[in-house]
């Protein structure tokens, strides 16, 4: 138990952050604009930090139930983080717009981020690396859907109605993801596995495999610890990276892009390491995965909080986002459609990843 916790050092450090956070975070807003905005930098550090012990013991859970399964757990897992910050920063003087920009800026992370450089990357030393393309279809078609429903048709919706669709948009997540749910761990769970040849199976990175060997209770309980220990942090993370930002110039949706990164950033180490070992099922599995879990299962939560709040959030993307959404569902569509990837199709997704972060820079 001892050697266990040793290896929880992350955890220490979001602690010890979280104590000097609170005891220190009144001071800290007294002292200027760049001192508040270090110690919130130093505060998404720890929440990251964190979360790649959350994301660990998250893959030593995936490894022992195997796919689809395991894929389930490493992207709920990421969703959690991201709902669990999402909610502690609505709590303050936080944009009407956050959580639509938060859901964005995850998907141009999942999809054109992490699919994209871990397939360029992965093209570049394997070539073309194999997958099942019922995954991809199934993926784009369910991440299509849940978008258009939350973040499209809301612009057409009368501020007066805002109740009512928000309450069938609910459901409507529900259900998708149920019956999604249900395919996935039977029916049609061989959409999301791969059946790699024998000699491809021992070409993995056993020195990077998650530790078996740790008790299925201990993960349980340190992704929870963790999970704790992320809402501390985000609550003062979120004053004191709002009242840094506040007249700064800086782009109204950067708050967004941060909560994104720091749920994405497990995730693009496990996509990265499944790519260089040519594992592109993974990759798909938590890129894809990823993108629908956080439209599919963020929408429904912060929804049900608008209600119970009677404050509505502007969900409905701008025209900018709209066409970064469709080009890029448009090009997985294309690229995910064969049944392998290459260097080329991750480079058009980097590309789209690149350009979202300019249009992000820029204010659009």
Do not use: C
């Not at 905005?37 to 022992?64: C, D, G, N, Q, Y």
């Not at 998907?107 to 995954?135: C, F, K, T």
């Not at 009677?310 to 049944?339: C, E, H, K, R, W």
């Amino acid at each position: 138990m001892l050697y266990s916790l040793s290896k929880e050092r992350f955890l220490f450090v979001g602690l010890a952050a979280a104590i000097a956070a609170y005891a220190t975070e009144h001071n800290v807003l007294e002292m200027g604009r760049l001192p508040m905005l270090m110690a919130a930098f130093a505060l998404v550090v720890a929440i990251i930090l964190v979360s790649t012990r959350i994301a660990h013991h998250a893959e030593i859970l995936a490894s022992k139930v195997g796919d689809p399964y395991g894929t389930m757990i490493l992207t709920l897992s990421a969703v959690l983080v991201e709902v669990v910050v999402l909610a502690i920063m609505m709590q303050g003087e936080s944009s009407p717009t956050l959580v639509r920009d938060t859901i964005y800026a995850a998907v141009m992370l999942d999809i054109n981020g992490i699919l994209g450089l871990a397939a360029l990357l992965g093209g570049i030393r394997h070539g073309e690396q194999p997958y099942n393309d019922d995954s991809g279809k199934t993926y784009g078609v369910m991440i299509l859907t849940a978008m258009g429903i939350s973040m499209v048709v809301p612009e057409f919706v009368p501020r007066e109605s805002w109740h009512l669709y928000s309450a069938f948009t609910i459901g409507a997540m529900i259900a998708l993801y149920g019956v999604f749910l249900r395919m996935q761990v039977g029916p049609h769970s061989y959409f999301f596995s791969y059946a790699y040849p024998r000699a491809e199976r021992k070409e993995g990175l056993p020195s990077k495999a998650p530790d078996e060997s740790e008790p299925t209770t201990f993960s349980i309980v340190v992704i929870l610890i963790g999970v704790v220990l992320i809402g501390a942090l985000a609550e003062v993370m979120s004053v004191l990276l709002g009242a840094g930002l506040k007249g700064s110039g800086a782009p109204p949706a950067l708050m967004a892009v941060i909560v994104a990164a720091i749920s994405a950033a497990p995730e693009i180490l496990t996509a990265l390491r499944a790519a260089l070992a040519n594992r592109m099922q993974s990759v798909v599995n938590i890129a894809m995965g990823a993108s629908l879990s956080t439209v599919i299962l963020t929408v429904p939560v912060m929804e049900a909080i608008a209600l119970y709040t009677g404050q509505p959030f502007v969900m409905a993307m701008s025209p900018t986002q709209t066409v970064m959404v469709a080009i890029t569902l448009i090009a997985a569509a294309i690229n995910l459609n064969d049944g392998e990837t290459n260097a080329i199709e991750g480079m058009t997704h980097f590309i789209l990843f690149a350009t979202f972060i300019m249009l992000t820079a820029i204010g659009l």
